[in-house]
């Protein structure tokens, strides 16, 4: 059971380096733009978050101020990709200042995942 918990702690951070390397290659390209594989790097992060949140009748006890601070992290990345796409559909550009956090707050939460024990 550890093993496939340790698998899934796998994909949460491959989750996180999608949505962060997707966002770097905007960044480097100089296009402020949300970008379809930021939204699917959100999402296995935000599964594989609530799946390691469940208690899989483990040794010791979750840590859950830290699984509170980091699902208040995504929701708020989730909210500045929201926001970003809308924007983007409707006038064609995202706020140069909603694309600049997100880099950002991805690499607090992934930070948080692996060092807050």
């Given at each position: 059971m550890e093993i496939l918990r340790h698998v899934i702690v796998l994909v949460h951070l491959i989750g996180f380096?999608?949505?962060?390397?997707?966002w770097i290659v905007e960044a480097v390209s100089r296009r402020v733009?949300?970008?379809?594989?930021?939204?699917?790097?959100?999402?296995?992060?935000?599964?594989?978050?609530l799946i390691l949140a469940a208690p899989w009748g483990l040794e010791h006890d979750l840590n859950y101020a830290k699984i509170g601070v980091k699902l208040v992290v995504l929701i708020v990345i989730g909210a500045l990709l929201g926001i970003g796409s809308a924007r983007q559909k409707r006038t064609g550009a995202v706020p140069p200042v909603l694309f600049w956090l997100v880099g950002p707050l991805t690499v607090l939460n992934a930070a948080l995942?692996?060092?807050?024990?």
């Amino acid at each position: 059971m550890e093993i496939l918990r340790h698998v899934i702690v796998l994909v949460h951070l491959i989750g996180f380096a999608t949505l962060f390397g997707a966002w770097i290659v905007e960044a480097v390209s100089r296009r402020v733009r949300v970008t379809p594989l930021m939204n699917y790097g959100l999402l296995i992060s935000l599964l594989t978050g609530l799946i390691l949140a469940a208690p899989w009748g483990l040794e010791h006890d979750l840590n859950y101020a830290k699984i509170g601070v980091k699902l208040v992290v995504l929701i708020v990345i989730g909210a500045l990709l929201g926001i970003g796409s809308a924007r983007q559909k409707r006038t064609g550009a995202v706020p140069p200042v909603l694309f600049w956090l997100v880099g950002p707050l991805t690499v607090l939460n992934a930070a948080l995942a692996v060092i807050w024990r």
